[in-house]
């Protein structure tokens, strides 16, 4: 059983740029978590996501950054207009349909996004 | 809301020391914890969680650590390290009910020779 698969790994991108980040989760799960790990910080929650249906986003900044899970294929998070301050790994989850509620969550490994 | 707090951000210990990592959250309510390893430039895995029952649980590589209510603490242990164990530490935590988990800054462990 394949786990949570990222990519790219690694994405540079210039100040102004989109920035596109997949995320497929492990098989059988079907909710997907977003976080973003900043340089000497712990991983902070962004948003949760069910196939088609954003279900809390209530990490996401205002601006800029939105995220889906398409009925088919993988989950997106999406960063328009990249700055400096945008530049940290991002980390994408998945929980079975009968972990979720406890909390148990398989991580991916990482998105690493440097904004020249 | 709940916070995660991870007391030493760095970790040296010798080869074949014990260590504890220590972890105190803050909630009202009852939570489930984690405890993940990051290794460099790697995802995280899960180290060992606590649902339920016994305050003692035992994880992969060697580690435990015991729940303890009262104190509102989760300190991760390893009786003896190895130069492998080097890496960065994470605790987790989830409310009941809660999908997301909120995570302290980190623990670095640095084993040395």
């Known amino acids: 059983n394949a786990g949570v698969m990222q990519n790219p790994r690694h994405l540079v991108r210039r100040r102004g740029q989109e920035a596109r980040l997949r995320c497929s989760p492990m098989?059988?799960?079907?909710?997907v978590y977003w976080y973003r790990q900043l340089p000497e910080e712990g991983l902070k929650f962004m948003v949760y996501?069910?196939?088609?249906?954003?279900?809390?986003e209530s990490g996401m900044p205002k601006e800029r950054f939105s995220a889906e899970f398409p009925k088919e294929g993988p989950s997106i998070l999406r960063i328009q207009q990249v700055v400096r301050g945008d530049s940290a790994a991002y980390f994408c989850?998945?929980?079975?349909?009968?972990?979720?509620?406890?909390?148990?969550?398989?991580f991916g490994p990482g998105t690493r996004l440097t904004v020249t | 809301a709940q916070s995660v707090t991870q007391l030493d951000s760095q970790v040296p210990v010798f080869e074949e020391a014990p260590v504890e990592l220590r972890c105190n959250y803050s909630?009202?309510?009852?939570?489930?914890l984690f405890w993940y390893v990051q290794y460099p430039n790697q995802g995280l895995q899960l180290l060992l969680k606590?649902?339920?029952?016994?305050?003692l649980v035992k994880g992969i590589n060697g580690f435990e650590a015991e729940f303890n209510k009262s104190q509102t603490s989760f300190h991760l242990r390893k009786p003896s390290v190895h130069i492998s164990d080097t890496a960065e530490y994470f605790c987790a935590v989830s409310l009941g009910g809660s999908e997301k988990l909120v995570f302290g800054k980190g623990t670095k462990l640095t084993v040395n020779p």
């Open positions: 098989k059988g799960h079907s909710h």
């Open positions: 909630s009202s309510v009852s939570v489930y």
């Open positions: 989850a998945s929980s079975p349909p009968s972990g979720r509620l406890f909390g148990e969550q398989y």
């Open positions: 996501l069910q196939k088609e249906n954003i279900i809390d």
């Open positions: 606590y649902l339920s029952g016994s305050t």
